[in-house]
């Protein structure tokens, strides 16, 4: 059985983190989402209302699980016996983030992998940030987010 991990911040979870989890899932025995609760980024949604966020995003994946962790994420792969971290990649400049973020792991997990899934076209463009702003702003949203997320983040913004 093969477990993979996906951590990420998830502020909030974007249809392009469902598009990564659901081919996770399918390719995964089972796959773990990891909200990471203290990101140095400006957060809108605290730790808990993101992992809801993100549990109501994929209720019809049966072998996704969705935790809040702290800490080291290859502690957190190590913790769980999970061999695997699988992260998106979008972008050039994605690359090169995740490319740091590999070595780093790797020198501080040897025995921990890395599995990358391209994004699908259709979410190149979607960052949690950017559609923060657009919807602080009153633009329209819909299509990036789950539609609960799209209702959560203009409740925040009021
Ligand atoms: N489609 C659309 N958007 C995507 C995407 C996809 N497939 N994949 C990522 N994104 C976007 C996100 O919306 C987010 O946008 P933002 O930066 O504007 O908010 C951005 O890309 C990256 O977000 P996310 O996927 O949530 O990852 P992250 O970079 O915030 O997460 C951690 C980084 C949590 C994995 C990393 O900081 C970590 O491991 N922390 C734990 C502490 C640790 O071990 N540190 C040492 C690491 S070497």
Redesign the pocket.
């Known amino acids: 059985m093969v477990t993979a991990l996906y951590?990420?911040?998830?502020?909030p979870v974007?249809m392009?983190?469902v598009?990564?989890t659901t081919r996770a899932a399918a390719l995964f025995d089972k796959v773990i989402v990891a909200v990471?609760a203290t990101?140095s980024?400006s957060l809108l949604f605290d730790a808990d209302e993101r992992v809801q966020l993100y549990k109501d995003a994929v209720p019809n994946v049966p072998n996704v699980e969705v935790i809040k962790f702290e800490?080291?994420?290859?502690r957190l792969a190590q913790d769980l016996n999970v061999e695997v971290i699988v992260r998106?990649l979008?972008s050039g400049s994605d690359f090169e983030y995740e490319f740091d973020?590999a070595f780093?792991?790797r020198r501080l997990a040897p025995g921990i992998d890395m599995a990358f899934f391209m994004?699908s076209q259709e979410?190149m463009f979607?960052?949690?940030?950017?559609l923060k702003e657009v919807a602080r702003l009153g633009g329209d949203v819909t299509g990036m987010v789950p539609p609960h997320v799209a209702e959560a983040v203009y409740n925040k913004f009021g």
């Open positions: 951590p990420g911040s998830f502020d974007t392009g983190h598009d990564i990471y990101p980024k800490g080291l994420v290859v998106g979008r973020m780093m792991n994004t979410h979607i960052s949690s940030s950017l």
